[in-house]
């Protein structure tokens, strides 16, 4: 199993790194870096994990992550099924004191501070705000030097004074992920987005990282601020939104493809978790679309 990547922090010469990632699919481990990262989805769809936050992701979703938060975008199972699906995104990563000691700390930047502190919680880039920024990201990977740090600067101040930003995490989130639980928490994540669609048991899990269930338990709502069955039901209906997305499927093919083995166990579930039922939400996706 694939150790979760803690990456290596930016040179101390440069004030960020970009990258225009293209390939099959993104990297499908669990990690965390000390960096803040701007994200923005050009291709590709799946689910996206961000601190304890699962939902469905697809072209246009923009995010930015504070220092150390755990996130992956997992792509959708026929990205794993050499089809011939490509992804692409574009990625800022930037540290807290890009550009010198105290300089967060002039009252000019206070918006870019408060918005960074934000980002602590990971927060998601909507509507006109993201569309303007996806513009100004692309167009920032043919920049170096000065103008590329510029244009870092004015997209920071254009999202801190945009009121089209959403918290992705709940207040009080609390992330308690160390360099020391990173394997063991990526072969548990990994674990089970690969088992999630059919029985998931507890004990295997617990068994997996070498630790008694009840002391699993423990650890899992530790590190991820829920609990293991939370965690894999809010997986299972997450999958369903996106599935319900499409009419391919009826109600209780997607119930069986998520993992429930009753209609009656997942209309209950999903009505817990979306304060709606999978017939009405079929509706409304449809009605906006």
Avoid at 21 to 41: M, R
Avoid at 99 to 105: A, C, H, Q, R, T
């Amino acid at each position: 199993m694939k150790q979760a990547i803690k990456k290596s922090p930016i040179s101390r010469a440069k004030c960020y790194r970009m990258n225009n990632l293209e390939a099959p699919h993104f990297d499908p481990h669990w990690h965390f870096h000390q960096e803040y990262q701007l994200v923005v989805v050009l291709k590709g769809s799946g689910t996206r994990f961000i601190g304890n936050d699962i939902r469905h992701f697809e072209s246009g979703d923009m995010v930015l992550t504070g220092a150390n938060l755990p996130h992956v975008w997992r792509n959708d199972e026929e990205y794993f099924q050499n089809l011939g699906l490509k992804t692409r995104c574009v990625v800022i990563y930037f540290s807290l004191d890009f550009m010198g000691d105290g300089f967060l700390s002039k009252d000019e930047m206070e918006g870019i501070s408060n918005l960074l502190e934000k980002a602590n919680r990971g927060l998601e880039v909507t509507n006109e705000t993201r569309d303007s920024i996806q513009e100004m990201m692309v167009s920032m990977l043919k920049q170096n030097g000065f103008d590329g740090v510029l244009s870092l600067l004015q997209i920071l101040n254009k999202l801190a004074n945009s009121d089209q930003l959403k918290y992705i995490n709940k207040k009080g989130y609390l992330n308690k992920v160390s360099d020391s639980d990173s394997k063991r928490m990526s072969a548990i994540h990994s674990f089970i987005l690969n088992n999630y669609r059919g029985t998931i048991r507890l004990n295997d899990v617990a068994q997996l990282a070498n630790l008694s269930p009840t002391s699993f338990s423990r650890y899992f709502k530790v590190h991820t601020n829920k609990t293991f069955s939370d965690f894999v039901a809010e997986l299972r209906i997450s999958t369903a939104c996106k599935l319900l997305h499409r009419n391919d499927l009826s109600i209780i093919q997607i119930a069986h493809e998520c993992g429930y083995k009753t209609l009656s166990n997942f209309n209950k579930k999903f009505k817990e978790i979306t304060d709606s039922n999978p017939l009405n939400y079929r509706k409304k996706y449809e009605k906006i679309g």
